[in-house]
């Protein structure tokens, strides 16, 4: 069965620190460009962090300086450290897997998702 699975989610304080990690199973996504989005309430999913399949990395601007992402290709897993927090922040995150000329379209896998909720 071909799966993203997202985990490390939950709550934290505004400033606070958060590792998600992506794990793939039935693929390998060291081929793959992944993707992380996320969409808060009443908003649409937006894009936050790309990794290319050739290790390219593209943020938002809204996230540069404080997400950063990785690639372990013999855990098959794909990681966002979010550092420096903010209740903005806070949303479903989704991890995404595709071959897509560009990092963030054209994604072929999505995981179901892990709640981010920044607040006091």
């Known amino acids: 069965q071909l799966q993203l699975v997202e985990s490390g989610g939950g709550l934290v304080q505004p400033g606070g620190s958060l590792r998600l990690s992506c794990a793939a199973s039935?693929?390998?996504?060291?081929?793959?460009?992944v993707g992380w989005f996320r969409q808060a309430p009443g908003k649409e999913r937006d894009g936050v962090a790309c990794?290319?399949?050739?290790?390219?990395?593209n943020y938002v601007d809204s996230v540069k300086g404080r997400f950063t992402v990785s690639r372990d290709n013999a855990k098959n897993t794909v990681y966002l450290q979010m550092n420096s927090l903010e209740p903005e922040d806070t949303a479903v995150y989704y991890c995404?897997?595709?071959?897509?000329?560009?990092?963030?379209?054209?994604?072929?896998?999505w995981g179901k998702g892990t709640l981010v909720t920044v607040s006091l």
């Open positions: 039935g693929f390998t996504l060291d081929y793959y460009n």
């Open positions: 990794i290319s399949s050739g290790g390219k990395i």
């Open positions: 995404a897997a595709g071959r897509g000329y560009v990092c963030y379209a054209g994604m072929d896998y």
